[in-house]
């Protein structure tokens, strides 16, 4: 008996086991299937397909849709927790995370489920969409944006800061319906801007709306002034400020613009940016656009839907950005989640801004795209980078990729001194020479008194192709290629902080090539930066290594030892072995060889120049098909702790187009 009583007990806990098992009948799973479905749903901003109970899907989601609509286009991303059961009552945890102009929303709120109808399903309650919402509260975002950061120079120079500007156009408001196309008309004449296409802006836009023309600088003198722009009836000129260089032309292609966003930039914004958004372009505005925009705040409120916030007021913004709102007021409003906005951070730079305008200005009247380039060779700091007018906004000092010409026997020379040669080296100077079918010939009005056979100071002095191709055979190709990068061309700048075009020449090339590559024609490519840091590094008597943009707290006064570590650092750009950097000694053997181009050789225009001597080498490189041919313009400048470079594109010869800019540039440099 004793036995059949435990067999029975044991019998019967396992069929109160298996009877509790099926009174679950899977509730579990389910109940949590359910609050994934919601979850899910809530992440669409669409419940109206959801296991929904207390109310019929479709009426929750129009309250869903009026409860979110202030927040723009944002989407949550919502996941369930477990289901938990306390007091007869099942919950679950609902985790939210937005993205609310960049800034992260997260939250958690609770879910009951319960069954409807034999099916489990989530009890809609306005609390499930955020911590405390009440009925007939609906959740608005109000966004504000920090001051952008300037781009510093040198000296804390302000080189792009808050400027006065004022916004020109039309106000509706102030000028009857009937007169609206002709003042549209006549503002876009008196501001340059197409009358038939403003016209048709002022048409479309709303009746109260101010339709902006023009921007402009709040500059004494500034045209059209306000008396002009005023005399216009429902013409206006509101005052506000942009960030904006000294003038239009200051190191535009270097710096870039700030402005509103364009459709693409909201596009690919991926969501921070939105229409009337100010965003960087070009330049070092796009590059360090989030550092220097820093994050906007944003505060979400919650608002009875009747009140002085009603969303239906607001302007949906785009891709995921909060939306300005009506500033809810009084009791109507909640703060329900709020981050303050972040300032942006400076980017400091080496540019010496006096040095800049004054190579902008140096550039103003050269039709073809051209560049100036100035370092510091003591520390490498870039002190100018302008790109003139012809280059259309291309930022060529840094970027163009152009045949340097006769610059490059400054590569040349460095080669033939580490085979032994001295600048007394004898070359033959004739008037063509022939490399395998191929005929090449000194430049246009080369002095017939300097052919023959000369010392190679004298070759380089007046720029002898012939004597430099007659010593190919000393030089390989690929020693070529390491000599460059001993200067500094094609290496690599890890301080520079700018895109930028180094140099390339390649290792290996034909013998025609070869003999080409030996007067900077061929593949060999600079760009006037690239040229700048050769000149630097013969001044300096070491590989020099460009910087323009300043990590946090350093200093733009120059530093010993900054660009010695730099270069130790660097790589090349092409795949060729880095040369050992330049050595004093030869440094001061090159230093001799470019003064005595402009003592003895085609650069006696730079004698005129104020302060220590100067050095120089100029460059005609050809191009195209045309007959005669299409030329660059170079001319490098050392003088004291500052190297140049100059670059005309289409410039004819070196000597009479990009010489005498350079002389204006040092010349005004040294007052």
Not at 81 to 109: C, I, M, Q
Not at 274 to 299: F, P
Request: negative net charge; glycine residues 10%.
């Amino acid at each position: 008996m004793g036995n059949l009583r435990t067999v029975t007990f044991v019998l019967s806990a396992a069929l109160l086991a298996a009877a509790l098992a099926s009174c679950d009948d899977g509730s579990q799973a389910a109940q949590q299937q359910a609050a994934d479905q919601v979850s899910k749903a809530l992440s669409a901003l669409d419940v109206s397909q959801a296991p929904i109970t207390g109310t019929d899907p479709a009426t929750a989601q129009s309250q869903l849709k009026a409860i979110v609509e202030g927040l723009g286009d944002a989407k949550p991303a919502v996941t369930a927790g477990h289901p938990t059961k306390s007091n007869e009552a099942t919950t679950v945890p609902l985790d939210f995370r937005w993205e609310l102009a960049g800034r992260e929303w997260k939250y958690t709120t609770t879910a009951q489920v319960a069954q409807d109808g034999g099916h489990w399903a989530v009890r809609w309650a306005t609390g499930l969409l955020a911590p405390g919402l009440q009925a007939g509260e609906v959740l608005v975002a109000q966004t504000r944006t920090p001051a952008r950061a300037d781009i510093i120079g040198a000296g804390d120079a302000k080189l792009v800061t808050e400027r006065a500007v004022v916004r020109v156009g039309i106000d509706k408001t102030k000028v009857p319906k009937e007169a609206q196309d002709a003042s549209a008309r006549a503002l876009a004449t008196l501001t340059g801007l197409d009358p038939a296409d403003y016209a048709k802006q002022v048409a479309a836009a709303g009746e109260k709306a101010f339709v902006e023309a023009i921007v402009l600088r709040d500059a004494p003198g500034r045209t059209p002034n306000d008396a002009q722009i005023t005399a216009i009836q429902g013409a206006v000129a509101l005052g506000d400020t942009l960030p904006l260089a000294p003038t239009k032309a200051f190191g535009r292609a270097l710096l870039g613009t700030v402005g509103q966003a364009t459709a693409e930039q909201i596009q690919k914004s991926g969501g921070e940016l939105s229409a009337g958004d100010l965003t960087g372009t070009g330049g070092l505005e796009e590059k360090y656009n989030d550092q220097l925009r820093g994050k906007e705040g944003v505060t979400v409120f919650a608002v009875h839907s009747g009140g002085s916030g009603e969303p239906s007021a607001t302007a949906a913004p785009s891709a995921g950005k909060a939306a300005p709102s009506p500033s809810p007021s009084g009791s109507a409003k909640r703060t329900i989640f709020e981050a303050a906005p972040e300032p942006g951070t400076p980017v400091r730079t080496t540019i010496d801004p006096r040095l800049q305008q004054l190579a902008d200005d140096t550039l103003a009247g050269v039709g073809p795209a051209s560049a100036i380039v100035a370092i510091r060779p003591s520390d490498g700091s870039v002190l100018a980078a302008a790109s003139g007018p012809g280059s259309k906004g291309y930022n060529t000092a840094m970027l163009g990729q152009y045949a340097p010409g006769s610059i490059f026997k400054t590569v040349d020379s460095l080669a033939l001194l580490r085979q032994g040669a001295t600048p007394e080296l004898p070359v033959e100077c004739t008037p063509t020479l022939t490399v395998d079918g191929k005929t090449f010939q000194n430049a246009t009005g080369y002095p017939a008194a300097h052919l023959g056979t000369i010392p190679l100071r004298d070759a380089y002095a007046h720029s002898c192709n012939t004597a430099f191709i007659s010593q190919r055979d000393k030089v390989s190709q690929d020693q070529l290629s390491a000599t460059a990068t001993s200067l500094g061309v094609g290496v690599e700048a890890p301080l520079l902080g700018a895109d930028a075009f180094l140099g390339l020449v390649p290792d290996q090339a034909g013998s025609t090539e070869h003999a080409a590559s030996m007067i900077g024609q061929g593949k060999v490519l600079f760009s006037p930066l690239a040229a700048a840091v050769m000149a630097a590094s013969v001044e300096k008597g070491d590989r020099v290594s460009p910087r323009l943009v300043l990590s946090q707290g350093e200093h733009d006064e120059p530093t010993e030892g900054s660009t010695a570590s730099a270069t130790a650092a660097a790589s090349p750009t092409a795949k060729t072995p880095i040369g050992k950097p330049i050595s004093q000694a030869e440094a001061s053997t090159l230093q001799g060889m470019m003064r005595a181009v402009v003592t003895s050789g085609h650069a006696g225009f730079l004698l005129s120049v104020p302060g220590a001597p100067v050095g120089a080498k100029t460059g005609t490189a050809e191009f195209g098909s045309d007959n005669p041919p299409k030329t660059h313009a170079w001319i490098i400048g050392i003088q004291g702790d500052l190297a140049v470079a100059v670059f005309v594109d289409e410039g004819g010869l070196a000597a009479t187009i990009s010489g005498p800019l350079l002389t204006t540039f040092l010349t005004k440099a040294a007052q």
